[in-house]
């Protein structure tokens, strides 16, 4: 399963870490996937993966997942 969010398709990142001494090593920036189950019309439950950043954002608009 991809390391991807479900509504907003925000997934990881690449950058360099670098140290005081400018050396830079490749990092992978993962975003903050929370699973959450979700009930779909026909009444069945579904559990995808959202970013921690979208349910707060939801929250803040008085949507419900």
């Known amino acids: ?3 991807k969010c479900s509504i907003t ?3 990881p990142m690449v950058g360099y870490n670098v140290s ?3 050396n830079k090593t490749k990092k992978r920036f ?3 996937l929370r ?3 979700i009930t779909l019309e026909d009444g069945t439950r579904k559990k995808i993966k959202v970013a ?3 349910l707060r954002t ?3 608009k008085n949507l419900s997942l």
Do not use: E, F
């Open 1 to 3: 399963m991809s390391r």
């Open 9 to 11: 398709g925000k997934g």
């Open 20 to 22: 005081h001494a400018h």
């Open 30 to 32: 993962l975003p903050n």
């Open 35 to 37: 699973t959450v189950r």
């Open 52 to 54: 921690a950043s979208t």
């Open 58 to 60: 939801m929250k803040k």
